[in-house]
């Protein structure tokens, strides 16, 4: 099976690294900065499961390639048009696309420009940045790729792609119900980078601190009900889980969202918590406080950075 993965940077340099690692067939696709980086480096990766680096193999964008099996989409939601653009030439009859993003707007973005039957649906949960070298840092034990048809049929297609993904150092999972493990981590990573970008604290202190959980429990609450509300398939249940989670993480962990915006970097602020508020029915838009302070942080810190 022939990969390419979309973007070299913390989810798919470490899962495309993991693959080359195995020996599956990978090509990543990579703007120019990041091919002569990769070229001169190779892709490394400090990991608590062991370091290593390994030479790649790069496409630039518009470079000639036949359509891939996969194609595995591993970049940022404001990057996601652009990046629609770029792999067109690489899809072909039979190529499965398995975004990796956090959120849910993706699945639609995508189905609707290549069409559903082309969409399979994925997450992952991993602890990954890029440190200004652009080394893949993992800091959690954690690392996972759950994905499944969208529809949550079983087909040979999803069978053969799990053998491929199978065995490469990290956990996979082939769901039969994708759309609900999609909310399941929709629920969680909103709600995470929410309260740890409103705090600018790791997990540790804000559950210490009965001010801070309140409100966090309340924010969870908030996007439950909302998420509910707009007909998606979450219940009450995913309170309880998503809290089992949190915790059961270490006192340092922290949100993608939060450590880019240490680094100044920019936040996906509408497609996580704006779409959110998005859904909210007609005559709901203030029944949600918490969530909308928390995209009003995270809009601040937008227009504070573009004027950096
Ligand atoms: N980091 C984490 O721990 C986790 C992140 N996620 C989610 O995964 C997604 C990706 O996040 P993450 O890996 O952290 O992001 P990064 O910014 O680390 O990596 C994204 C990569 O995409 C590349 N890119 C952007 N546009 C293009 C393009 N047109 N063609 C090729 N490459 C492109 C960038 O390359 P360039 O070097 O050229 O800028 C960058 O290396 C997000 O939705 C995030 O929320 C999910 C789970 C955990
Ligand atoms: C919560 C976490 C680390 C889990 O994968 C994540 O997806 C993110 O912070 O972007």
Known sequence: MRFLIVGAGAIGGYFGGRLVQKGENVTFLVRNAKQIQL???GLIIKSVHGDFQTSVRT???REEAEPFDCIIIAVKAYHLLQVMNDIEPYVGEHTLILPLLNGYDQFSILQKRFGPEHVLGGLCYIETTLDSAGTIVQSSSFHSIVFGEWAGDESERTQLLLSHLDNAGF??????DIQREVWQKYIFVASLSGITTLMDSSVGPILASP???AIYEQLLQEIVSLAQNAGMPVGPENIASTMQKMLSVL???????HRDMHKQLPVEADHLHGALLAMALPGQDDAYPVLETMYA???VYESVNDMR
């Open 59 to 61: 496409i630039s964008i």
């Open 171 to 176: 956990t996979v999972t082939l769901s039969s």
């Open 251 to 257: 006192p340092e962990f922290t949100s993608s969202m």
């Open 211 to 213: 001010e801070a959980r």
């Open 39 to 41: 070229e001169a480096d």
């Open 297 to 299: 942080r995270l809009k």
